[in-house]
């Protein structure tokens, strides 16, 4: 069996992945966690929950490109 290494590259594939996951359970829910702790509700403070919605969104996207990146752009 070979040896599993977890690269750097991996880990923000992990992260993307996670944090995509989190970004559409959340807007399927219509609840996200917060910064400091506690919900965001849809109806309740949809500035908070937007705002949270698009920040898991760019940390999703933003580490998936960083993984396409890194296995990608030094190969050629």
Do not use: C, E
């Not at 996200?32 to 403070?45: C, E, N, S, V």
């Not at 996207?61 to 890194?70: E, K, N």
């Amino acid at each position: 069996m070979h040896d599993l290494q977890f690269t750097r590259a991996g880990i923000t594939l992990f992260g993307g992945i996670l944090m995509f996951v989190m970004a559409v359970g959340g807007t399927f829910a219509g609840k996200l966690p917060k910064r400091f702790g506690g919900l965001a509700y849809r109806a309740r403070d949809p500035k908070q929950y937007w705002t949270a919605l698009a920040l898991y969104y760019l940390a999703a996207f933003g580490f998936i490109g960083y993984y396409l990146y890194a296995i990608h752009a030094f190969s050629n």
